[in-house]
Every structure is written in structure tokens, then in C-alpha cells.
């Protein structure tokens, strides 16, 4: 239980005799102007039961609920559909989050066509995007040793449902990489604009300056 008590841990499997530690992330939509926020949560699963720690909750605890009990004869097979819900809702959590992030790389985009100052707007995207590939990468290795270990938890058919959900991590961490690469072309091209403005201000300026000598 010492792990639960240190904040910002890296996103890990730990495995015990008799039960696990996974250490896994949600996020919270920014408002706009506000930097993206990280909700870690704890989780100590054995046989079962099922035990989390957590400073935000990261999750709607009722949605988890309503989830349970629509399928009851899934959680009757143990903790390991218990942990199948709040993964997924973890990292359905990170939907609306990629959503706002990809409306602003439309906006950079459009700003740079319309000759904005966009490099303030591009720092801002590059740390989101940072911060949240820091935990998606990692989750994705520990929900790997989740489906690749035999810790027996987990059911044939939860295993299943935890597959879609680890491929569903891997596009979002896809999707975090394709933002990126979009993020600097955006700057690449928004410096070349601000350097062609330049040279064409300097362009004017010989201009004037050879008319004047010439007098």
C-alpha cells in the first residue's frame, strides 16, 4: 500500500502473491487556455476484490456501477471484469480530451493559412501532447503484461474485452504521435511564413533605401 500513497507514479503493473498493483491515468477535458489534467488511480486487485486509490476521481464512479450490474453474471466471474470496467473507463476518458486536441490542431492549421502568429498556440499543443503520451505509452505496456501474464484474473471472455480495450489505448497513442508530427509541421510552416514576411519587408526596405541613394 506504500505505492498509493506517492502521487505522479509512472503508469505500472506490480504483481504480489495474492494480488496486483496497476497505477493507470484519466483525464479531464482542459477548458480552453488551460493546460490538459492527469488523474492517476490506484487499483489493488486480488481474486476478489477490487480496491481503489485516488486524490480526483478519475472516473464517474456511478457509470462504473450501472456498467457491473448490467452484466452480473460477468462480475460474479471475480475481480477481473471489476478491473475490465474502470480500464475502460479510464481510457474512454481520454476520448473527449483527443477530441478538443485535434479541433485545435484544425485551428493551427487555418491559422497558418491566414498568416496568424500561431508558435504560442503550437508550445501549448506540443505540452499537451507530451503530457499525455508520458502516460498512454506506459499504460499500454501494463495493460500488455495484464493480457500476457497468467495472474487469474481474468476470464477467456473478460480477456477479450480487455483486448479491445488495449487496442483501443494503442489508437489513441497513434493518434497522440500523428498530432505531433501534425504540431510541428504547423510550426515549420508558420516560421516559414514569418521568414518569407521578413525577407519581403527587407526586399521593400533595399528598395526605398537604392531610391533614396540614387537622389
Do not use: W
Not at 16 to 27: D, E, I, P, R
Not at 136 to 143: N, S
Request: hydrophobic share 45%.
Amino acid at each position: 500500500l506504500e505505492d498509493c500513497h506517492h502521487q505522479h507514479q509512472r503508469p505500472k503493473v506490480d504483481q504480489y502473491q495474492q494480488h496486483l498493483l496497476l497505477v493507470a491515468y484519466g483525464t479531464e477535458a482542459a477548458i480552453h487556455g488551460e493546460p490538459t489534467r492527469l488523474h492517476e488511480l490506484d487499483l489493488v486487485a486480488g481474486e476478489n476484490f477490487l480496491v481503489s486509490f485516488h486524490q480526483v476521481p478519475p472516473i464517474d464512479a456511478p457509470a462504473v456501477a450501472k456498467r457491473i450490474q448490467a452484466h452480473p453474471e460477468l462480475a460474479h466471474h471475480g475481480a477481473g471484469f471489476l478491473l475490465y470496467v474502470v480500464l475502460d473507463e479510464l481510457v474512454d476518458s481520454f476520448v473527449p480530451t483527443m477530441d478538443g486536441i485535434g479541433e485545435r490542431v484544425e485551428d493551427l492549421g487555418e491559422g497558418v493559412f491566414a498568416g496568424r502568429q500561431v508558435q504560442n498556440d503550437v508550445f501549448a499543443l506540443r505540452r499537451d501532447l507530451v503530457t499525455i503520451r508520458r502516460v498512454v505509452g506506459p499504460m499500454g505496456d501494463a495493460m500488455a503484461v495484464l493480457l500476457r501474464r497468467e495472474l487469474g484474473l481474468f476470464d477467456e471472455e473478460t480477456r477479450h474485452y480487455l483486448h479491445d480495450v488495449y487496442d483501443h489505448l494503442l489508437r489513441i497513442t497513434q493518434t497522440v504521435e500523428a498530432f505531433q508530427d501534425l504540431a510541428a509541421g504547423a510550426l515549420e510552416a508558420n516560421l516559414t511564413v514569418v521568414s518569407n514576411k521578413v525577407n519581403e519587408v527587407a526586399r521593400t526596405l533595399t528598395a526605398y533605401a537604392a531610391i533614396f541613394a540614387a537622389l
